[in-house]
């Protein structure tokens, strides 16, 4: 997954349950955060203060997000196996994956890829939006049609 200027390898976990696919994306992105010396705060060290890679963190995650169903075997049903190729509904959840629908548009559709795929965009606190600087948008990769505003929930 490219990340800023780099290129990043993410670990994927995968369960089923009650006839859904959950896969989880693995990265020290995430878990430094986590488990290091931030104290189990995701977001940022303090309610209403990010941390200065938040936007670089959820750009991998959402990327991860759609290179999940072309990698992984997923789907354990008995009636299903094999990767899900185009018809996928991808749930995007708050401003933290709401860069899904952008990396989409641009790194796949335009390429002839997951033309059937769907997304659905849940909002629990419109409050937070994912603010950052104009100046940090290149290290996204996205196209110029979506920096006219830089809340990752307008993508």
């Known amino acids: 997954v490219k990340v800023g200027d780099s290129i990043e390898i993410v ?27 931030t104290g189990s705060k995701i977001y940022g060290p ?35 196996s094999g990767p899900y190729g185009e018809n ?6 708050d401003w933290h994956t709401a860069l899904i ?15 059937n795929a769907k997304v659905a965009f849940c909002i629990h606190n419109i409050v937070y939006q994912g603010r950052f600087a104009f100046s940090d948008f290149p290290l996204l990769n996205l196209p110029d049609e979506f920096r006219g505003s ?4 307008d993508g």
């Open 11 to 37: 670990r994927f976990f995968h369960c089923y349950k009650r006839g859904v696919d959950r896969v989880f994306v693995d990265h020290p992105m995430f878990l430094e955060k986590v488990w290091g010396k």
């Open 46 to 80: 303090k309610a209403g203060k990010d941390y200065l890679d938040n936007e670089l963190r959820f750009s991998l995650l959402c990327q991860a997000a759609l290179e999940a169903p072309r990698v992984l075997n997923l789907n354990c049903s008995k009636y299903f």
């Open 88 to 93: 996928v509904l991808f749930i995007a959840n």
């Open 101 to 115: 629908p952008c990396y989409l548009k641009s790194m796949y559709q335009s390429r002839g890829i997951y033309l």
């Open 150 to 153: 830089f809340d990752f929930i």
